[in-house]
């Protein structure tokens, strides 16, 4: 049980430390290429240490890892401009919710079982990112920022899609330790190069908040995904409650950070949203 506390706090703080870059003036995306360097690193000492012998040749994944890497960046600025202008609670909301889509791709590719309590959570998760997205009073061209967790919640959910289509069609053994990180690596240079290219200048990436805050985001991004791993493996429940409670504790507990530490103003509409959001994801993964 423990792994996945850490796991649902290491994705947690994901989300709310996005949400203080702009306050100490962090540029999102030199944030995003320190957090992968160090999370690169991270997953290489593990393979190091777990003598995991790490070869390209024949592996079918490949691509696909590619892939899922560069979309990682993109999801992650996503996720910083969403926390940013939409607050903690919407982003947890938005990018939790994106489990219908893999979900849905499962039921259609390969043929899972489709129950009316499914339906039901599949029917909940649109109208309940709605209310959560919903702000009083916002300026005229603030208005777009409503887009915000519609762009991620499709985005995370294509992510996760490919990420569980790999998993179960090309990953046997070891090779997830060394696909995971792979992944990271495509997301470090996907992420330097877009640095490279967006700005003149890169002193501010070497400043020392900047590489505090990308190596705490680096970290958790990495432990989420690790005791998240372990959390499956180890725990005498079933996969899906294992999900349910993930993805459950992950809005929740960004709700309350929400409150608590940001002062965020959440309308009855939001509420209820949330509310929503929690029946849909307890619908989808205990029916």
């Not at 505090?212 to 970290?219: K, N, T």
């Not at 929400?258 to 959001?277: M, V, Y």
Request: charged letters at 10%; a positive charge; proline letters at 3%.
């Amino acid at each position: 049980m423990h792994y996945l506390i850490i796991s649902i706090l290491s994705s947690s703080c994901i989300i709310l430390v996005f949400n203080r870059l702009e306050k100490y003036g962090i540029r999102t995306f030199h944030a995003i290429a320190v957090n992968y360097l160090f999370a690169t690193l991270l997953g290489w000492i593990l393979i190091r240490c777990k003598n995991i012998p790490v070869h390209f040749s024949g592996n079918e994944w490949l691509p696909l890892a590619a892939t899922i890497g560069i979309l990682f960046v993109v999801m992650f600025y996503v996720i910083g401009l969403t926390a940013r202008k939409s607050g903690v609670t919407v982003t947890a909301v938005a990018s939790r919710l994106s489990v219908i889509i893999p979900i849905c791709f499962s039921i259609v590719f390969y043929r899972e079982t489709l129950g009316l309590i499914k339906i039901a959570g599949i029917v909940l998760a649109l109208p309940s990112l709605v209310l959560t997205s919903v702000k009083n009073r916002l300026p005229h061209m603030e208005k777009l920022v409503i887009f915000l967790p519609f762009i991620l919640f499709l985005g995370t959910g294509l992510t996760d899609t490919l990420v569980k289509f790999t998993q179960q069609q090309h990953l046997t053994g070891n090779q997830p330790y060394v696909f995971s990180t792979l992944v990271f690596l495509t997301s470090l240079v996907t992420a330097s190069l877009s640095i490279a290219v967006r700005f003149r200048s890169n002193r501010a990436l070497f400043r020392t908040r900047t590489l505090v805050a990308g190596g705490l985001l680096g970290i958790f991004n990495f432990s989420s995904l690790f005791f998240f791993v372990q959390a499956l493996n180890h725990a005498p429940f079933d996969s899906s409650v294992i999900f349910g409670m993930n993805h459950l504790g992950i809005i929740l507990l960004t709700f309350l950070s929400g409150i608590l530490l940001f002062r965020e103003r959440i309308t009855r509409l939001n509420l209820s949203g949330l509310i929503l959001a929690c029946l849909s994801i307890t619908f989808l993964y205990y029916a």
